[in-house]
């Protein structure tokens, strides 16, 4: 059995129950970064075997990992914060283990992008999850891509490119778009920030951006 195990974006109360005793059980833990999540072990009292998986080696441990679970191993994947495959490592694996008739189990738990979402104010009940935008090439055309885009949009972003990106948004969308822009979800300096594209860049040109961002939009009327 291959389990994906959410893991918290903040809080480490948000762990559930069941997360704690899968990764007590499993013969092995696959970790984006081994020192993160070594400390949240640590944490819970779990001392699971832990292995590096990541974006940069997943297509080369991949295929060891299935040998593992083809043998009869339960091999558990968390990443640094939140459920693996949403903007994390994991889809290739998830991919090749179910290619290999592996059964795959997703645990219920942390991601950021819901408690944005539903905070937000704006209409959750449609809507559309668009990750990190490129860094560079390509990141203008796909924004224009989503001009007439009606759900609302979620976007993760990091400090560096939280003004650019709303300065962005604002240029095709229109600085009287609805945003909410919130940052450390579930941590102690949680803060959400909602109004016009115009007023929220204005205030994070002011106040500088820290932590990490999930920037909601609402789609076009």
């Known amino acids: 059995m291959l389990y994906i195990v959410p893991t918290p974006v903040g809080n480490m109360e ?4 069941r997360a704690i005793r899968i990764l007590k059980e499993a013969d092995v833990v696959l970790a984006e970064d081994t020192r993160t999540s070594g400390i949240l072990l640590k944490h819970f009292g779990i001392q699971q ?37 949403i903007s994390d490592p994991g889809f290739f694996l998830v991919r090749e283990a179910v290619k290999a008739g592996i059964e795959v189990q997703t645990l219920p ?13 704006l209409p959750c009940d449609r809507f559309c999850f668009e990750g990190f935008l ?15 885009e009606e759900r609302t949009m979620v976007f993760y972003e990091s400090p560096y490119r939280v003004v ?6 604002g240029e095709v969308f229109g600085t009287e778009r609805r945003v909410s822009v919130c940052r450390e979800i579930s941590k102690v300096h949680e803060e959400c920030v909602r109004g016009t594209l115009a007023e929220v860049t204005a205030h994070f040109q002011e106040h500088e951006p820290r932590g990490e961002f999930v920037i909601v939009v609402a789609g076009k009327n």
């Open 49 to 85: 075997h832990l292995l590096s998986h990541h974006k940069f080696n997943e297509h080369g441990t991949s295929a060891a990992v299935v040998e593992r679970l083809k043998a009869g191993q339960t091999v558990a994947l968390v990443s640094d914060a939140g459920t693996p495959g």
């Open 134 to 148: 490129p860094q560079k090439k390509g990141r203008q055309s796909k924004i224009q891509s989503l001009a007439d």
């Open 164 to 169: 650019k990106t709303l300065q962005q948004l």
């Open 109 to 121: 738990g942390a991601t950021a992008l819901v408690p944005a979402l539903v905070s937000s104010g």
């Open 14 to 17: 948000d762990m559930t129950l």
